[in-house]
């Protein structure tokens, strides 16, 4: 016990001494951490920002418009309103008279309004509600439930429309999360690589260690000590990086577009979470197995 | 101690360079490893810390066939076994003080005995001046004597030394013979291959000649002997 | 001159030798060089492919509608598109019937066409010519020269709809620039610290060859070599990897969703030239230069 | 040839290995550099091969001040210099062949002549049988030839060899000294730090005998004596 203690001490003594005697290959490989997960973070940042974007436009979509016929009591109303309620996910519902709808329209239209002209008197449209949802996906139940109810004309909600967003945002989900997935495997395999590199500057270290006696778990500890404060080292700097140049960023856009974009962009918080988290994980992943694996070979002596 | 049996080692390169040795060495021997430059006798001490495998033949090491050990218990064999390298091997990011102190850190000694231990036996050598000298600060000879103290720190039942006067002056050298024969003294096998023909000759121990990868003497009070049968033509 | 010629003989010689040599350290940093560029690959495409769908949208609205007065004679007509097609960039102007007009509202509609029955016998809605024009820059001459002609009762284009696109486009294009630029920095970045890992490893070599007596051109020129070469390779092996992956992808998308996707992405044969020519700028450039710069420090002995 | 004017080296750790040397070797020397284990031969070789700068004094190698030439001339004064490296110094990605010809090829030597001087001096130092072997699967030995093969090819005016016979059986040893001694009559200056007792006695050379940075005794026609005046306890 108080032997393998020792072993552990003499091991994390050796992994600090090696980083700092070793900081010149270190900088150069911390620097390749940080870089590559730098542009895994803009990516990241991209595509949550596109599929944020995707999913904002989704919810405009987000409303089932029931038009009721014309002249029903109060009654039958209130079993619609009712019925609308009890159904999962429902957020409000709004009821718009003949006369609203046409004013809406007439807005809606602008240029074209005056096609509209004459309408008043004998108003064709009906009244409605308008029931929101909280996500798209319940919409399709409301539908249902109040198809065929009494007094009710019609249950109108843009599926086409509200499908193919849907469909492009499962799209650009599964796409992104497939580069995403890309650019984590390139970010481990350069991660790695780089490890891999100040290894092998060092293997005559290795092997000399070898000879004296050391075992393989007492040689790799340093090795992955080293390669885990590389990684971390590399992950805190990336993190800062990337969190902070999107602040800016962010902030700057904001000041300058207004919601133009604003709206687009994921927020610095939202993703600051994610990323220390995805970061630290490869970072600190990579540089222990990077190192053990780029040790395996030289080992073997 | 040691017992080679018909042991050979051809390089992958095609080099052969042992043949057929067979080779007893005993508890407590002093045996000096000598012939000319290729013989073998590095190549020898290599395949006996299995930093080579032999080709054919077996090696044992305190009854034991070390070319049988699985690869996770070599560690523990070289532990026993004190090696001065030819070529030095320190390693280059550590202290004298701490390449010393290495070879005790890995069998997980005490602080207390590191502390007390190293300084000793760099003082032995001589170069307790130089303890927080990097390898590359220091010259060959003062390298040298590091690898000799790295190789004595722990008490190892069996010393092999790869021509480890090579780098000192005679006055220096035969400081760390005596201190080898001190601590062969106290129970150490050695086996010191070497080109020092005046050592050789006055410490009247058992010497074995190499050549061509063979054994061509063995005597015990021996001297440096090297007939070179096949020399080319010398200018 | 024959001296000179002897000595860039074996600087080349040296220079192939040692890479075969180092192939294993060779190897990784290759590896590094192709995914970094890989990773810049698929961000490019993306970007262009941002932008392309972007541009593509804008050209939906690149037509400006001349809404005519009722009743009148050919002369004024044939003026009116005279006039037009004088313009620069004008493609195609087509006269469009006011019944024709409501027709086409009525496609677009869809399930509100009911709103508009009853209008056939009196059709409030003007004849007009639809002007193409072949970049949206041009409308808005289109738009002046025929303002107040004769015979024009209003001359209609989504200017704000445009205006905005087009000020998405350049945002994007920007963005996108300013995204590669980061990515071009850190590619280059990750290479040079690579090839600086690499000749680091070697220092002892570097330092050999000049205490023997080598020129420090004699011993960079090697090494220049190995780093064009190591680039080169490098950036072959990337470009093959992101054309012919990005070519199965883009097929892919193609046959299984047929035109949803396909006109966003930009198309392979499109990228490959600027692909081929920046990734070997980057993986030559930054072999030679990482090299040169990163010997500088050893070569001061 | 060479000539040293208050010479003193410290190190950047403050150790100084060198103190006020003033020494002048003639063209055609043959000089033997002797002194303990540190005593400063390496350094003074590294001095005069400007692998390390003087701390004070000045240098002359054939009438020029070494000391003040510009770093972009460093290269053409070391191709004046062969020299013996005490850790060799081979290019471990270059074989033996090629580690020797590239001495040549650095200075613009016909391949012509590169390939047929390169084989004549490898069989010199009775090495062509290793002639694509790399130097790591070469014994020590053999490696201190590869070096001593290298610094003479290009026929230099000027030879320092230190420690060249440290690796080599005695046999061996003598042959090499006697292809020095070959250069030396044919006009090469030679500089050679060693503790080789036996060699030293019997070449009746001129002797620069160094004790910790300071020439204690320089004698023509000397031998090797060293007077260690303040040793630390032997054991
Ligand atoms: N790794 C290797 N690969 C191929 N051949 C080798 C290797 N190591 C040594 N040899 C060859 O094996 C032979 C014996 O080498 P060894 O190092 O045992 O000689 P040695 O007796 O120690 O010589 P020295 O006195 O010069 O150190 C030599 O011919 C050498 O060239
Ligand atoms: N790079 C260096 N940095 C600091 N000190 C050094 C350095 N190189 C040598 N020294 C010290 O300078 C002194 C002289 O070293 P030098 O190598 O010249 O000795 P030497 O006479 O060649 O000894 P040996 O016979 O052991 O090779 C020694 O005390 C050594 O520790
Ligand atoms: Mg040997
Ligand atoms: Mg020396």
């Given at each position: 016990?108080n032997?393998?203690?020792?072993?552990l001490?003499?091991?994390?003594?050796?992994?600090?001494?090696?980083?700092?005697?070793?900081?010149?290959?270190?900088?150069?490989?911390?620097?390749?951490?940080?870089?590559?997960?730098?542009?895994?973070?803009?990516?990241?940042i991209?595509?949550?920002?596109?599929?944020?974007?995707?999913?904002?436009?989704?919810?405009?979509?987000?409303?089932?418009?029931?038009?009721?016929?014309?002249?029903?009591?109060?009654?039958?109303?209130?079993?619609?309103?009712?019925?609308?309620m009890?159904?999962?996910?429902?957020?409000?519902i709004?009821?718009?008279?003949?006369?609203?709808?046409?004013?809406?329209?007439?807005?809606?239209?602008?240029?074209?309004?005056?096609?509209?002209?004459?309408?008043?008197?004998?108003n064709?449209?009906?009244?409605?509600?308008?029931?929101?949802?909280?996500?798209?996906?319940?919409?399709?139940?409301?539908?249902?439930?109040?198809?065929?109810?009494?007094?009710?004309?019609?249950?109108?909600?843009?599926?086409?429309?509200?499908?193919?967003?849907?469909m492009?945002?499962?799209?650009?989900?599964?796409?992104?999360?497939?580069?995403?997935g890309?650019?984590?495997?390139?970010?481990?395999?350069?991660?790695?690589?780089?490890?891999?590199?100040?290894v092998?500057?060092?293997?005559?270290?290795?092997?000399?260690?070898?000879?004296?006696?050391?075992?393989?778990?007492?040689?790799?500890?340093?090795?992955?000590?080293?390669?885990?404060?590389?990684?971390?080292?590399?992950?805190?700097?990336?993190?800062?990086?990337?969190?902070?140049?999107?602040?800016?960023?962010?902030?700057?856009?904001?000041?300058?577009?207004?919601?133009?974009?604003?709206?687009?962009?994921?927020?610095?918080?939202?993703?600051?979470?994610?990323?220390?988290?995805?970061?630290?994980?490869?970072?600190?992943?990579?540089?222990?197995?990077?190192?053990?694996?780029?040790?395996?070979?030289?080992?073997?002596? | 101690?040691?017992?080679?049996?018909?042991?050979?080692?051809?390089?992958?390169?095609?080099?052969?360079?042992?043949?057929?040795?067979?080779?007893?060495?005993?508890?407590?021997?002093f045996?000096?490893?000598?012939?000319?430059?290729?013989?073998?006798?590095?190549?020898?001490?290599?395949?006996?810390?299995?930093?080579?495998?032999?080709?054919?033949?077996?090696?044992?090491?305190?009854?034991?066939?070390?070319?049988?050990?699985?690869?996770?218990?070599?560690?523990?064999?070289?532990?026993?076994?004190?090696?001065?390298?030819?070529?030095?091997?320190?390693?280059?990011?550590?202290?004298?003080?701490?390449?010393?102190?290495?070879?005790?850190?890995?069998?997980?000694?005490?602080?207390?005995?590191?502390?007390?231990?190293?300084?000793?036996?760099?003082?032995?050598?001589?170069?307790?001046?130089?303890?927080?000298?990097?390898?590359?600060?220091?010259?060959?000879?003062?390298?040298?004597?590091?690898?000799?103290?790295?190789?004595?720190?722990?008490?190892?039942?069996?010393?092999?030394?790869?021509?480890?006067?090579?780098?000192?002056?005679?006055?220096?050298?035969?400081?760390?013979?005596?201190?080898?024969?001190?601590?062969?003294?106290?129970?150490?096998?050695?086996?010191?291959?070497?080109?020092?023909?005046?050592?050789?000759?006055?410490m009247?121990?058992?010497?074995?000649?190499?050549?061509?990868?063979?054994?061509?003497?063995?005597?015990?009070?021996?001297?440096?002997?090297?007939?070179?049968p096949?020399?080319?033509?010398?200018?």
């Amino acid at each position: 016990m108080n032997l393998k203690f020792r072993i552990l001490k003499s091991i994390f003594k050796q992994g600090f001494q090696g980083m700092w005697r070793n900081r010149s290959m270190g900088v150069a490989s911390v620097a390749s951490i940080s870089a590559v997960l730098v542009i895994l973070g803009i990516i990241l940042i991209l595509i949550l920002s596109i599929n944020n974007f995707v999913m904002d436009t989704t919810t405009k979509f987000d409303e089932v418009q029931v038009f009721l016929e014309n002249d029903i009591d109060d009654g039958i109303m209130t079993k619609i309103e009712k019925t609308a309620m009890k159904n999962k996910g429902v957020v409000s519902i709004i009821f718009e008279s003949k006369d609203q709808a046409l004013e809406n329209f007439r807005k809606d239209w602008g240029e074209e309004a005056y096609l509209l002209d004459g309408l008043e008197k004998n108003n064709p449209l009906p009244n409605s509600y308008i029931i929101k949802v909280e996500e798209i996906k319940y919409a399709e139940n409301v539908v249902n439930s109040l198809k065929g109810l009494d007094g009710v004309e019609k249950v109108q909600y843009d599926k086409e429309v509200i499908d193919k967003l849907l469909m492009i945002a499962d799209y650009i989900r599964v796409g992104g999360i497939v580069i995403i997935g890309i650019l984590v495997f390139v970010s481990v395999f350069i991660i790695s690589n780089t490890i891999k590199l100040t290894v092998t500057s060092r293997r005559r270290e290795i092997n000399i260690m070898k000879y004296v006696g050391a075992t393989n778990n007492y040689i790799r500890g340093p090795f992955i000590i080293e390669g885990v404060l590389f990684g971390l080292i590399g992950s805190i700097i990336s993190i800062f990086i990337v969190y902070f140049g999107y602040e800016y960023f962010f902030k700057l856009v904001n000041e300058q577009f207004y919601s133009l974009f604003a709206v687009f962009l994921i927020t610095p918080k939202m993703i600051f979470k994610d990323i220390t988290f995805i970061f630290c994980a490869i970072g600190i992943g990579i540089g222990a197995v990077g190192s053990i694996v780029s040790m395996k070979r030289f080992l073997d002596v | 101690m040691i017992k080679l049996i018909s042991v050979s080692k051809e390089y992958d390169n095609g080099v052969k360079a042992l043949s057929d040795i067979n080779l007893e060495i005993s508890k407590g021997e002093f045996v000096f490893l000598v012939g000319s430059s290729g013989a073998g006798k590095s190549t020898l001490t290599k395949l006996i810390l299995k930093e080579e495998e032999v080709s054919e033949g077996s090696i044992y090491l305190n009854e034991l066939d070390i070319t049988e050990v699985p690869n996770r218990r070599i560690p523990y064999i070289r532990r026993n076994v004190g090696v001065v390298f030819q070529d030095f091997r320190l390693l280059p990011n550590k202290t004298v003080y701490e390449n010393v102190a290495f070879a005790m850190e890995i069998v997980g000694a005490h602080p207390k005995d590191i502390r007390r231990r190293v300084p000793m036996i760099l003082s032995l050598v001589n170069l307790s001046r130089k303890a927080s000298s990097f390898p590359d600060q220091l010259s060959g000879g003062e390298q040298q004597r590091v690898s000799i103290a790295r190789s004595i720190i722990n008490n190892p039942p069996v010393l092999i030394a790869d021509e480890p006067t090579g780098n000192l002056d005679p006055e220096t050298a035969w400081d760390i013979m005596r201190a080898l024969v001190d601590i062969n003294g106290r129970g150490t096998t050695i086996v010191m291959a070497t080109h020092a023909r005046d050592i050789v000759n006055s410490m009247k121990k058992r010497v074995i000649t190499l050549e061509n990868g063979r054994i061509i003497r063995d005597e015990q009070k021996g001297g440096y002997e090297l007939e070179v049968p096949n020399t080319e033509k010398h200018i």
